[in-house]
């Protein structure tokens, strides 16, 4: 069964700040309502791989004591990565499930005329 109306996009509903230095001021940034969650997702991949790409640069540069933490950060971002990549995918494959939808009504529509 085709859908006459395709969902509607997916947006974030609530603004979330950050960047208040442990509530010394006001935050300095918002995420803001409106905002596309794919393209929310595709920023948190690049900030996620930017956070490991540093963690990893210091995992080499300290002593074996801190080192653990880091790479248990390691891990941590490593998981994050993967589960933002694995939505990211589902967002874009849904897209495109619903721009060939609108193509197959479109043609379906012009059939008719």
Known sequence: MTKPVPDPPLVTKTATTFGSCNGSHAPLFAVRTGASAEDALVHATVLLKSAYQTNAQACEKVDPDVRGLLWA?????????????????????????????????????????
Not at 79 to 86: F, R
Not at 99 to 106: D, E, G, K, M, Y
């Open 73 to 113: 950060t390691q891990h941590s971002l490593e998981m994050s990565i993967a589960l933002v990549e694995a939505c990211l995918d589902e967002v874009e494959a849904h897209a495109m499930t619903a721009a060939l939808q609108r193509r197959v009504a479109q043609m379906d529509q012009a059939a008719l005329k």
